[in-house]
């Protein structure tokens, strides 16, 4: 499991996008609109790390997640429940793969991303 991104909502994109890229020298990396009218903005370090953005009226502005990048899921899954964790809900498929989210003890929330073949070959 490795660390990838912090997710992060914001109120407003444009502002934001400019702050990462021009102010802590980020780059912009893809961009993806959501059916519900949200947008997603992947900011991407030097060191590897990223930070996506994500602007939608639908969740409170502040940080949301840590992303962690998992090889298998369903083996991640499975050893969290071995450890006596269990996900928040059910796995879902996204734009870049599928994930689902577990707490840790203090109730900060961790994404568990699994990306698809065909991410990894175009980003990685």
Do not use: W
Request: net charge negative.
């Amino acid at each position: 499991m490795k660390v990838e991104y912090s997710t992060m909502i914001v109120r407003n994109m444009e502002e934001s996008v400019t702050f990462y890229r021009d102010v802590l020298g980020f780059q912009e990396g893809y961009h993806v609109d959501t059916p519900d009218g949200g947008h997603i903005t992947i900011m991407e370090s030097e060191g590897g790390a990223s930070v996506e953005l994500i602007e939608n009226p639908n969740f409170g502005v502040g940080l949301y997640s840590v992303g962690t990048d998992v090889e298998d899921l369903d083996e991640t899954i499975r050893h969290l429940e071995e450890k006596g964790y269990k996900t928040t809900g059910p796995v879902v498929p996204t734009t870049v793969g599928r994930m689902t989210f577990v707490l840790d003890p203090n109730g900060v929330r961790i994404c568990l991303i699994e990306h698809s073949r065909e991410y990894k070959d175009k980003y990685r």
